[in-house]
């Protein structure tokens, strides 16, 4: 539907120059002649066809074509769809409409009385729109805040861009351009692919009508009543601000003069070229559309929210501001009606005015507010000494004259009266929506009307009387949360700023564990507000590791041991858990650590101490061989320790291999003294050599004999031929516990200090006490056959131990 919306063919064809040229110079004397009919239903497009009929699409989408007969509308045909109507718009060949609905849009034939497309959607669609090609153009004001290119109900991929305040008012111009009009006063205008082209910003109002009025011309209304003039080239503007200052629902063409209807009835002639206004009327409800005729007389339609009147403007002969329809007295410009039929004038400023002209009954007005003081007529002054006051329709005893004495804020409000902070709550605790702080103006409408909601979300801040246990925003400061149900600080929206993850339940968690199989361990940190948090660490109890959530420095077990990945020396196997483990199954690491795990010494002196600091292993060990040279300790660095233990390693391997050559030199000797007493005599297995020498057997069980002389060689000048001792006649045998003992033998032996390379510990000598002589313990073991001959108990628990270490134990 392009520029007129309405009559104006009818006009150019029908209307004669003179009347057009009137229309143009000065307007007609025309008046309000009332309504003339009614609708039970809401209307959302009134246009009027080339033969004069008018098409209506009601609040339901219930497509009608209707003769106005008299101002009264008669159905010829309707269709039916059923649905919750936005908006509707008829093609510029006045063949098509379309209706969009909450459910999508549907395109009715008028000539076949049929529905040729039907688009759905799952959002609202706000308006509807053919473009130069005839693709429809479907407008979501909010939502998707786009208008979206469709061509045989199916989407073409073109859109405009996302207008991020929503969309007031649409409008596709004649060469394709998309005009729209956003929240932000602003208006957008896309070329025919939806490329954002320019903004226009020269509105300071939110724009709620968009129409192009003709090749080049754009008018936009706003909700304060201004009107805007765009020059579609240039994108000049012209501003108009209408005197009514209510917002802008239609806009057309009538003759050559602009038409501009608005709430609550107001209806606008405006000239088009110099862009002034020429005269307001008021009509009934919001102005839809109008329908004119040859004579200048005016059908204008307006609607609300459950109900649409036509309401007619007629010829006014007398110029008394009354239509010669309804003037009682049309030759006389001071009376126009004698509504109760008395013979006078209900112009109370007239010729023999009636002070009651529509009341038989009344007569008389004392306040001179218009309303009889005679209480048993009719229409009686309910405040007869108020002359701001008369009338009372919702009967609480206030004035409906808002601005008097005593007057009702809310006169349709029987149970609210005064609103004392202008916040169009009332004050009425027990009315209807009242005002939770009354003496606050404030704008909160979900928990309690008219409290201040300084985050805007509709619930209010809470204070000392209201609380969020009351139903007050639990958080105040954020846009997009109200409720918080355990009180925990996180709001209990899941779409919201920091949403509670776990509502149901107080906690101070701020983070879990999520499950994430690309991980290297499985998991992935993920924010987590709100749940119970017991040990305070940050991580939802639920998701730490067993045994985790119970210490506040843990949260993660990677080997399941029950220690912590924080305090597990190797997290990554359930068999070490502390140093110790690690050292204990580990031997072969000489670390300090490990070193003192393993040494039984250090680990007693560690469990003995109380409450002293334990020294590391190398100064604990240090400690002792600093005790153990008195007060003068070695300060030896374990470098230069290192060092001397591995020189003292080689020198212990050079000592033993010196006493292994020994060994074999020795055993060497052996086998020849052998030689020399037995004569080289092979001893049987069942025998002992030794055993028979002590019976006095010696070689009875011997085979061989002396096969060489040379073994004696070394002995030649020692040969005694004395009778054999027995072993014991060269000891100096004593009895008793006063027998002295031994003298005690001495070995020259190399100091620790001189193997490693140390300088040698040097410990002042003491004189040596006399060795005491005691009994020994016990006596040495017995060799197999029992005491050596010649030997007594006594010598042998004395001097066993020689004889043993002499002879052997065979």
Aim: net charge negative; charged share 25%; hydrophobic share 30%.
């Amino acid at each position: 539907m392009k520029r007129a919306y309405t009559v104006v063919t009818i006009l150019i064809l029908c209307l004669q120059s003179a009347t057009i040229g009137l229309a143009s110079a000065e307007l007609p004397n025309i008046t309000d002649a009332g309504e003339t009919d009614e609708l039970d239903r809401s209307l959302v497009l009134w246009s009027v066809l080339d033969d004069g009929k008018i098409l209506t699409v009601d609040a339901y989408g219930n497509v009608s074509i209707n003769a106005l007969n008299n101002g009264v509308l008669s159905a010829q045909w309707t269709l039916f769809l059923e649905v919750d109507a936005q908006k509707a718009r008829l093609d510029e060949a006045k063949e098509l409409v379309a209706v969009a609905h909450q459910g999508g849009a549907y395109v009715v034939q008028l000539s076949t009385e049929s529905i040729t497309e039907n688009i759905t959607l799952p959002d609202p669609v706000n308006d509807v729109e053919w473009d130069h090609q005839g693709d429809l153009w479907i407008a979501q004001y909010a939502g998707k805040r786009k208008a979206e290119e469709y061509s045989e109900s199916t989407a073409t991929g073109f859109g405009s861009t996302t207008i991020s305040s929503g969309i007031s008012a649409f409008e596709i111009l004649t060469d394709g351009r998309l005009a729209i009009a956003s929240y932000d006063k602003n208006i957008y205008i896309h070329d025919n692919g939806g490329t954002l082209l320019n903004t226009i910003t020269d509105s300071t109002g939110i724009i709620s009508s968009l129409v192009e009025t003709s090749n080049g011309t754009l008018l936009a209304g706003t909700t304060g009543g201004t009107v805007y003039k765009f020059d579609t080239d240039s994108w000049n503007v012209d501003t108009l601000n209408l005197p009514h200052t209510k917002q802008v629902t239609y806009m057309g063409v009538y003759g050559d003069m602009f038409v501009i209807g608005a709430k609550q009835g107001q209806f606008s002639l405006v000239n088009s070229s110099e862009f002034t206004e020429l005269e307001t009327y008021v009509g009934t409800g919001d102005v839809v559309g109008f329908k004119g005729t040859f004579s200048g007389q005016l059908y204008i339609a307006g609607t609300s929210p459950t109900s649409s009147a036509i309401r007619f403007y007629d010829l006014d002969s007398d110029m008394d501001g009354v239509n010669d329809l309804n003037d009682d007295f049309p030759n006389d410009s001071t009376q126009s009606s004698d509504a109760d039929g008395d013979g006078y004038g209900d112009n109370v400023n007239g010729y023999n005015p009636d002070s009651f002209p529509s009341d038989a009954t009344q007569w008389e007005d004392a306040d001179g507010d218009g309303y009889g003081d005679n209480p048993i007529g009719t229409n009686p002054d309910l405040f007869p000494n108020n002359a701001d006051q008369w009338s009372d329709l919702d009967g609480d005893g206030y004035g409906d004259n808002t601005n008097g004495q005593d007057g009702d804020v809310f006169p349709d409000e029987a149970t609210q009266w005064s609103d004392s902070d202008l916040d169009s709550y009332g004050d009425n605790p027990e009315g209807f929506r009242p005002d939770g702080c009354p003496t606050v103006n404030g704008f909160s409408t979900a928990d309690r009307f008219g409290c201040p909601d300084g985050d805007f979300d509709g619930y209010s801040d809470p204070d000392t009387e209201w609380t969020a246990i009351d139903g007050a925003d639990a958080l105040p400061s954020q846009e997009s949360q109200w409720e918080d149900q355990d009180g925990d600080g996180y709001g209990d929206n899941a779409d919201g700023e920091i949403p509670d993850t776990c509502p149901w339940e107080f906690g101070t968690s701020t983070k879990a564990w999520e499950i994430d199989t690309d991980s290297a361990i499985g998991y992935v940190e993920t924010p987590s507000f709100g749940c119970l948090d017991v040990d305070g660490d940050g991580w939802v109890d639920r998701t730490e590791s067993p045994l985790m959530d119970q210490d506040p420095n843990e949260h993660y077990d990677g080997d399941g041991d029950g220690v912590g990945s924080n305090a597990d020396y190797d997290d990554t196997s359930p068999n070490i858990a502390t140093e110790q483990d690690y050292c204990l199954n580990n031997k072969n690491d000489t670390s300090e650590g490990c070193t003192g795990w393993n040494n039984p010494a250090y680990q007693a002196y560690k469990n003995g101490l109380v409450n002293e600091t334990a020294l590391g292993f190398y100064a604990w060990n240090a400690s002792l061989q600093d005790d153990a040279s008195g007060d003068s300790p070695l300060n030896v660095d374990e470098d230069t320790l290192n060092q001397v233990i591995q020189v003292g390693l080689v020198v212990f391997g050079g000592l033993t291999a010196v006493i292994l050559l020994v060994a074999f030199l020795v055993n060497k000797r052996k086998q020849t003294s052998t030689k020399k007493v037995y004569g080289g005599v092979t001893v049987s297995q069942s025998t002992n050599a030794s055993k028979e020498a002590l019976e006095g057997k010696g070689g009875m069980s011997a085979d061989g004999g002396i096969i060489s002389d040379d073994i004696w060689d070394d002995d030649v000048k020692q040969l005694d031929f004395q009778p054999e001792k027995n072993g014991f006649d060269d000891m100096e045998l004593k009895d008793g516990a006063n027998v002295a003992e031994p003298g005690s033998m001495t070995y020259d032996e190399e100091s620790i200090e001189s193997i490693a390379g140390m300088p040698s510990q040097v410990t002042p000598s003491e004189p040596e006490a006399a060795p005491e002589a005691t009994i020994p313990d016990e006596a040495p073991p017995l060799p197999e056959g029992g005491l050596p001959d010649g030997w007594t108990a006594d010598q042998w628990r004395w001097y066993g131990h020689e004889w043993l270490a002499k002879y052997g134990n065979n």
